[in-house]
């Protein structure tokens, strides 16, 4: 089998996950290759080399992003610089288009083949983006079915692989198991807070979360809440329990979200990969958004679509209440919290509504994946054969 180096760039924990699993086809079809770049402890323990953490460019919106500008740009550069001093045979950004996007482009115009694993959202918003995909890749990876269709209208060659979490995520969940396994009451309402991974998310949701869980509290005294948390997490959100008097009444967990959506009745997700899991547990949920004014102002004007979250979008209607920028009160939270205790026809309409989504999205997406690199390769081989045998006398 061909042995090939691979340069990989994740940027938060959602990537880390994609990657890894992409790494799982790869390593079977290119026995012995190399992967390194960007990446976190998902994609190290499959033996990939971390140059830098992805932690380093899980920053949201464009305020944030500016203030640490200048750090991201130099470990932009510094990671080409490193990469083409043994030159990769293949580049794959996974998601965080703002930074993969200009380095793939970099990467191609040195002759390396180039590749984005998660299309950018053009069909939600920045639809010029197309125009710098089509610049700077090779080939896009996607986990939507609509995609590839999209991107073939602007010349873009794309594949569907299906959306890895539906694989990872069983049809089928035991909420009473997944409550016993974090040590949880078997039969109390229980809401699940996911108010983000990225460090950033986490300041600025948290405490909205917990003030909502408060109010819902005040209504429903006999609910109780679990929120998982990335380690980093750990210590602001400690703080925001005891400054809320939540303690007692909300559990913090340290990563383990996929138990603690199996095991919920109810999800308060920030929007995000997160509100697509809590779909593929079939799970009624409220998505929350809130930024900085200036991000929201640019993002907002950026939108092409009346929705925001995955499930929503997916099922191109309101199926789940989205609660954004102003609207993302505590009081609106809870509000819609509640209400998903009260409409059990609800819940058994969107509870079939989830499964036909988790069967769109299931796929063997390391196989898939492998195979379209595989192509890829094979086909860039045979182009460069048919030019050097165009250039013999």
Request: with cysteine; hydrophobic share 45%; aromatic share 8%.
């Amino acid at each position: 089998m061909e042995r090939l180096n691979f340069a990989m760039v994740a940027g938060e924990v959602s990537g880390d996950l994609l990657a890894s699993l992409m790494m799982r086809g790869l390593q079977e079809r290119f026995a012995h290759s190399s992967f390194e770049g960007i990446g976190g402890p998902q994609m190290e323990a499959l033996g990939f080399q971390s140059k830098w953490s992805y932690k380093k460019l899980a920053v949201r919106g464009y305020f944030e992003v500016l203030k640490h500008y200048k750090e991201i740009v130099g470990i932009r550069d510094q990671l080409f610089n490193g990469s083409m001093r043994h030159a990769p045979d293949v580049f794959i950004g996974i998601d965080a288009p703002d930074f993969n996007l200009d380095l793939a482009r970099r990467f191609k115009l040195k002759g390396v083949l180039s590749v984005q694993f998660v299309c950018p959202s053009i069909w939600a918003w920045r639809a010029k983006r197309v125009h710098s995909i089509a610049q700077s890749v090779d080939h896009v990876l996607c986990l939507f079915p609509f995609e590839p269709k999209l991107l073939a209208q602007q010349g873009i060659e794309a594949t569907f692989v299906g959306h890895p979490l539906a694989q990872v995520i069983a049809e089928e969940v035991d909420p009473l198991q997944a409550r016993k396994s974090l040590g949880l009451a078997a039969h109390v309402p229980l809401v699940a807070l996911l108010p983000g991974s990225r460090q950033s998310e986490i300041e600025h949701m948290t405490r909205r979360f917990l003030l909502a869980a408060q109010e819902i509290h005040k209504v429903k005294p006999e609910v109780r809440f679990v929120l998982p948390t990335p380690a980093s997490g750990v210590p602001f959100i400690q703080g925001v329990l005891r400054e809320t008097q939540m303690s007692a009444l909300c559990t913090l967990l340290v990563g383990r979200s996929h138990a603690c959506l199996a095991a919920c009745d109810v999800a308060m997700v920030a929007s995000g990969t997160a509100t697509l899991e809590a779909a593929l547990f079939k799970k009624p949920m409220v998505i929350a958004y809130h930024m900085n004014a200036f991000s929201w102002q640019i993002i907002k004007r950026q939108r092409l679509q009346p929705w925001v979250g995955l499930p929503n979008i997916l099922c191109e209607e309101f199926v789940v209440p989205e609660l954004l920028q102003s609207e993302c009160t505590p009081k609106n939270l809870a509000h819609e919290t509640l209400k998903w205790f009260n409409q059990a026809s609800r819940v058994a309409q969107l509870v079939e509504r989830f499964k036909a989504l988790h069967q769109s999205l299931k796929k063997d997406t390391p196989t898939l994946c492998a195979d379209a690199i595989h192509s890829l390769l094979t086909r860039s081989k045979r182009a460069v054969h048919k030019d050097s045998a165009s250039e013999l006398p």
